[in-house]
């Protein structure tokens, strides 16, 4: 396998009791790759994305990551690898900024609390939010929320990012805070895999798009390729809709 090959994904299921969410995906991630994840309502597609990290553990499939096989034994190790943003934060409310940041590099050993501490205050000032490090998540915005999570996930330095819709909740302003950082950390080579809505962002930072409809990727290719040329009367059709 390529040695720039982040993740592997085989013939990948995933069910719900009789529901069949996830049904035969084929995915490949090279390092340094930006892919958008379209699809409607419903499709499968964060699902698939938390598949990714095991999160929602496949129904059937393989999965590899840097050539090796996940499997319950070795998924906590390989998650530190790759991160998640949520659409809806998932910062913990009893704990403040800097708590939440520095929680899973300190719990998982990975680092001692004064690095974690040093790291996390250098990520906020990074993103104008120093101030907030002894605040609580109810005492910030979306938008800020949204921003602490993203740095929040890079505390443990992955090699992969993975983006659930990470603007779907938020107003119009702090979605453009949101993308300026997502769209900082691609500028950086950061591998990046990303659910969204946002069609003109997505044919920006994409390197590739994947659609998903009905737990199937339908079609796959470039944003040129994608939205100008598309192949199948599936996406031509989702294409009127959304543009």
């Given amino acids: 396998m390529n040695n720039n090959t982040e993740l592997i994904v085989k013939n990948l299921h995933k069910n ?10 084929d995915f490949k991630l090279i390092e340094g790759e930006r892919v958008v994840i379209l699809g409607p309502s419903g499709s499968g597609k964060s699902t698939f994305l938390r598949c990714l990290n095991w999160m929602e553990e496949p129904t059937s499939g393989e999965m590899y ?23 809806h934060f998932n910062l913990i409310s009893n704990l403040t900024v800097m708590e939440n940041m520095t929680l899973a590099p300190i719990k998982l050993k990975i680092t001692k609390r004064d690095e974690a501490e040093k790291r996390a205050k250098e990520l906020l000032r990074h993103i104008g939010l120093l101030s907030k490090a002894d605040a609580y998540p109810a005492s910030l915005s979306g938008g800020q929320k949204q921003r602490v999570a993203i740095v929040r996930a890079m505390m443990l330095s992955p090699e992969v990012l993975l983006f659930d819709e990470p603007t779907s909740a938020l107003d119009p302003e702090s979605i453009g805070d949101v993308l300026s950082l997502i769209r900082e950390l691609a500028g ?6 990303i659910v ?22 339908i079609e796959e290719g470039t944003p040129v390729e994608f939205f100008e040329h598309p192949k199948t009367p599936r996406v031509q059709e989702f294409l009127k809709k959304v543009l």
């Avoid at 719900?16 to 995906?25: D, S, Y």
């Avoid at 990551?65 to 659409?87: A, P, S, Y």
């Avoid at 950086?188 to 895999?193: D, K, N, Q, Y």
């Fill in 188 to 193: 950086r080579g950061m591998t990046i895999v």
């Fill in 16 to 25: 719900f009791g009789e529901n069949k969410v996830l049904k035969g995906i």
């Fill in 65 to 87: 990551f840097d050539g090796e096989l996940v499997t319950e034994k070795n998924i906590r190790r390989i998650r530190r690898n790759i991160g998640m943003v949520f659409q």
């Fill in 196 to 217: 969204t809505h946002e069609m003109s962002f997505a044919k920006e930072i994409a390197t590739r798009i994947v659609f998903i409809d009905k737990g199937k990727i």
